[in-house]
């Protein structure tokens, strides 16, 4: 898969799978849907699902999938499985399918996925999902992990954990724009009194630390951030049987 992201989550295997499941609730907490709406089916059939993504306040991305899964593994683990198609115009995605993972492990449950797709536009559109889709993907899928973590773990709602990382990302924004232009330096100086020369001599320096803590500190723990999820497989991992039973949505 070209596609893999892994967290851990302190939290019922039974609550974790209702969470990812449950369209309703699955749609809450991923950023890469913004509908996800299940179809009628006879039982027995894998189910098939409308979603969309809006990418603009203007523009929705729409497409098909079907999916299935194995709620009981004789080694403990379930397993979820799904393909699905996009026939708009303006998708960079043409089709792709994947899975999702349930391991217990311990007081937790490892949560992990693998996926990859097909991009459409030729040449053109293989260079714009290597430069650009898919390393937001690959964020996206990862910070959404983390943000279902905290959902979890610390019962933060997926629209809080949104709210939370806009407030910090704006506040951090704010801190670069003011150590960067220098709004209100003098002011800040004059605080120093007699020091406030050697302040301005150490105000690079200050300025250089000021922008990195910005820049690169840890997330808050409230926070959902995707650099907490794992990126690469610990070792090598196949996509399950079950994904090959399904046929690509049309």
């Given at each position: 898969?070209?596609?893999y992201?892994?967290?851990?989550?302190?939290?019922d295997l039974?609550?974790?799978?209702?969470?990812?499941?449950?369209?309703?609730r699955?749609?809450?907490?991923?950023?890469?849907f913004?509908?996800?709406?299940?179809?009628?089916?006879?039982?027995?059939?894998?189910?098939h699902?409308?979603?969309?993504?809006?990418?603009?306040?203007?523009?929705?991305?729409?497409g098909?999938?079907?999916?299935?899964?194995?709620?009981?593994?004789?080694?403990?683990?379930?397993?979820?499985?799904?393909?699905?198609?996009?026939?708009?115009?303006?998708?960079?995605?043409?089709?792709?399918?994947?899975?999702?993972?349930?391991?217990?492990d311990?007081?937790?449950v490892r949560?992990?996925?693998?996926y990859?797709?097909?991009?459409?536009?030729?040449?053109?559109?293989?260079?714009?999902?290597?430069?650009?889709?898919?390393?937001?993907?690959?964020?996206?899928?990862?910070w959404?992990?983390?943000?279902?973590?905290?959902?979890?773990?610390?019962?933060?709602?997926?629209?809080?954990?949104?709210?939370n990382?806009?407030?910090?990302?704006?506040v951090?924004?704010?801190?670069?724009?003011?150590?960067?232009t220098?709004l209100?330096?003098d002011?800040f100086?004059?605080l120093?009194?007699p020091?406030?020369?050697?302040?301005?001599?150490?105000?690079p320096?200050?300025?250089?630390?000021?922008?990195?803590?910005?820049?690169?500190?840890?997330?808050?723990?409230?926070t959902p951030?995707?650099?907490?999820?794992?990126?690469?497989?610990?070792?090598?991992?196949?996509a399950p049987?079950?994904l090959?039973t399904?046929?690509?949505?049309?």
């Amino acid at each position: 898969m070209g596609l893999y992201i892994e967290a851990r989550i302190r939290a019922d295997l039974d609550e974790l799978w209702a969470r990812t499941q449950e369209p309703s609730r699955h749609r809450r907490w991923d950023l890469r849907f913004t509908e996800i709406d299940p179809l009628p089916r006879a039982e027995g059939e894998a189910q098939h699902f409308r979603y969309a993504t809006r990418v603009l306040p203007f523009l929705k991305i729409a497409g098909t999938g079907v999916c299935a899964g194995e709620k009981e593994r004789p080694d403990g683990t379930r397993t979820s499985a799904l393909r699905f198609s996009s026939p708009h115009p303006l998708s960079l995605i043409a089709e792709g399918g994947g899975y999702w993972r349930y391991v217990p492990d311990g007081d937790g449950v490892r949560f992990l996925t693998g996926y990859d797709y097909r991009p459409r536009w030729g040449r053109c559109g293989a260079l714009a999902d290597r430069l650009l889709l898919r390393p937001l993907m690959g964020w996206a899928t990862a910070w959404s992990f983390d943000r279902l973590r905290l959902w979890l773990e610390r019962g933060i709602t997926p629209e809080r954990a949104l709210l939370n990382w806009l407030t910090e990302l704006a506040v951090r924004a704010l801190v670069v724009i003011v150590a960067c232009t220098g709004l209100g330096l003098d002011s800040f100086l004059r605080l120093f009194g007699p020091l406030a020369a050697t302040m301005a001599y150490l105000w690079p320096l200050l300025l250089v630390v000021t922008v990195s803590l910005a820049l690169f500190a840890a997330p808050l723990p409230r926070t959902p951030a995707a650099r907490r999820c794992l990126r690469t497989p610990p070792t090598r991992v196949r996509a399950p049987r079950l994904l090959g039973t399904l046929e690509n949505p049309r």
